[in-house]
């Protein structure tokens, strides 16, 4: 009988560091898919994918590009593409910087397209960085509460995604998200396992 439970690992981290062959990381990006563009805290992932994604992950994104409407990803939407020499299988995008307010409803239809693509890819894992807290668009607390209510109707239902990751860049970020955690864990229902990472890396999960 397959195993019904899944898994929620809140740590502290490099996100594109977490080894996931059949896994994804979520990459909170602009409506151009352009990488490393801007200085806010989203762009901490978008730098960290254009440092170690390979001299071609630029121009795969170009290419993915070309094929959306417009030439751009429509904010709130997600898309995958190649993960070049990151550790994982795919990157899933989502279109954040570029929208004309960030605000809940841009993060929580970003968060759950995200979702859904990894689910439709047959992913089974899910890397998730915080998402929305550039240009003072929503604070921390905001993007938990919305991240944890999704996560916690989301993640049961999905058929292929067993295991995800919230990975919090600073030690900032990453203790008020280990408190918010341990706070709420009540509000999880019973198929979800939630890990907190006291040393804030994660058994197994980064090289």
């Not at 254009?50 to 997600?78: I, V």
């Not at 910087?97 to 689910?119: E, T």
Request: proline fraction near 4%.
């Amino acid at each position: 009988m397959e195993d019904s439970k899944r898994h929620l690992i809140v740590t502290q981290g490099d996100i594109t560091l977490i080894s996931m062959p059949e896994g994804a990381l979520v990459n909170p990006s602009n409506t151009g898919l352009i990488l490393n563009s801007g200085g806010n805290s989203d762009n901490t992932v978008s730098n960290a994918i254009a440092r170690r994604g390979g001299p071609f992950m630029q121009q795969t994104l170009h290419m993915t590009r070309s094929g959306l409407r417009n030439n751009r990803l429509e904010p709130g939407r997600a898309v995958d593409t190649e993960a070049g020499q990151l550790p994982v299988k795919r990157l899933i995008h989502v279109s954040i910087v570029g929208a004309k307010k960030i605000n809940a409803r841009l993060v929580s239809n970003a968060i759950l397209n995200a979702y859904d693509l990894a689910d439709e890819l047959e992913l089974k894992e899910l890397a998730f960085p915080a998402i929305g807290l550039q240009m003072g668009g929503i604070t921390l607390e905001e993007f938990m509460e919305i991240f944890w209510r999704i996560t916690a109707e989301e993640l049961p239902r999905l058929k292929h995604v067993r295991q995800v990751y919230l990975c919090l860049f600073s030690g900032e970020e990453y203790e008020a998200g280990s408190a918010y955690a341990e706070q709420h864990v009540d509000e999880l229902p019973e198929s979800i396992d939630l890990e907190i990472s006291e040393s804030g890396f994660a058994r197994g999960i980064f090289g």
